[in-house]
Each structure stands twice: as structure tokens, then as C-alpha cells.
């Protein structure tokens, strides 16, 4: 069960008073590096890119959430957090009240168990990411990716589209630890017409 089937079962919450939910267009700045939000994010339909900015103050997106992940600043690092989140499509968001998130994730058996699955399969994704930089060859690491991402969702507006062909060549690189040069070169050689079957939007 998702949290907030859970939460809406429940009689013990009212999720009127401590969550709110609204659509956001595709590009859409939900929270920038060092701003003051007071909620945590949920995706229900959409996605939503997360990253932080590089030494040149460049764009550095490091994952991609699709619906049922939760996002934001739990206030756990002491000032250390500084990301941005954007939507990459018309998205809808479920926004909790910060201590009203915390408290059910920390108190809560139910809320507590999904929270772990999430953050636990949220580290999984990153740390095979990581490992595929280092472990694969450029090739056989973008082929990874791309296969990753290769995946409908559902927009706001209940279109479906591939999440893959919403990301730019840069946000492939920053996943990939590579180039946007490097990428438009490994995709040329690339045959993806025998080893990964695109997924189109219908």
C-alpha cells in the first residue's frame, strides 16, 4: 500500500490539514539549492529531475523520480542540502507539511516501513549507477541507462509518455558521468534498434 492510500484510510490523520496537492507544468521550479521549503514532495503522475549545481554554476541532474517517490529536504544534514527540483513534464505533486512528514515516518510502523522501502530502493538505483560508471565501458554504461529510463509514465493530464525522451543529452551525461559530446558519440555507435526496444508514448 502507498503511503497516502494508508494515510487516507486511516482515521488517526487528516490529510486535509497537512497535505496538498497540485499540478505543475513541465519545467516547473518546485525548490532551488539553499531556498527554505516546508514540505516533502511526493510525485503522483509526471517526473521530476533532482540535482545540484557544479563549479561553473552548470545544471548537474544526478536522478530522476517517477511517480510514488518522495523528495525534499528532510532537514538531516545540517544545513548540507542543496539541490533543485524540477518537473520534466506537466506533473502532480503531493506536498506534506515537513513535521507532520517526519514525525509519521519516525512514529508511524506502517509509514516508517514504506519510507525504508523507498529510501532503500532509492540508494540501490544510485549505487548501481555508480558502480556501472566505474565498472562498464562507456558504451555498455549509456546502453544501461538508456534501458533504465526507457519506461512510460503517465503526465498530470493522464498522456503517456516515455520518460527517456523527456531528458536532454546533458541530463543523460550527468547520469552517466559523461559528456553531452561524449553521449551524442556513443549513441551514434550505438545499435538500438537490436538491443533496446524504445517505448513509445501512445
Known amino acids: 500500500m502507498e503511503l497516502y492510500d494508508y494515510l487516507n484510510q486511516s482515521s488517526a490523520y487528516d490529510l486535509k490539514a497537512v497535505m496538498k496537492e497540485y499540478t505543475v507544468p513541465k519545467g516547473h521550479s518546485i525548490y532551488t539549492p539553499g531556498a527554505s ?72 510502523p506502517v509509514a516508517s516501513a514504506w519510507f525504508n522501502r523507498k529510501v532503500v530502493r532509492r540508494w540501490c538505483i544510485a549505487e548501481t549507477r555508480l558502480f556501472k560508471i566505474r565498472g562498464l565501458d562507456k558504451k555498455e554504461n549509456l546502453k544501461s541507462i538508456i534501458t533504465e529510463l526507457n519506461t512510460v509514465v503517465k503526465d498530470a493530464y493522464g498522456r503517456t509518455r516515455n520518460l527517456l525522451s523527456e531528458l536532454s543529452m546533458q541530463d543523460l551525461g550527468d547520469l552517466s558521468g559523461m559528456t553531452r559530446q561524449t553521449v551524442s558519440t556513443q549513441l551514434k555507435q550505438l545499435d538500438l534498434g537490436k538491443s533496446i526496444i524504445l517505448k513509445k508514448a501512445l
Open 37 to 108: 521549503t516546508h514540505y516533502m514532495y511526493e510525485v503522483v503522475s509526471g517526473a521530476v529531475k533532482l540535482g545540484s549545481y557544479g563549479n561553473q554554476t552548470q545544471k548537474v541532474t544526478y536522478d530522476i523520480l517517477p511517480p510514488s517517490f518522495t523528495f525534499g529536504n528532510l532537514r538531516y544534514l545540517d544545513g548540507q542540502f542543496f539541490e533543485y527540483a524540477e518537473s520534466i513534464m506537466p506533473t502532480t505533486l503531493r506536498a506534506y507539511q515537513l513535521d507532520f512528514f517526519k514525525r509519521i515516518i519516525e512514529e508511524d
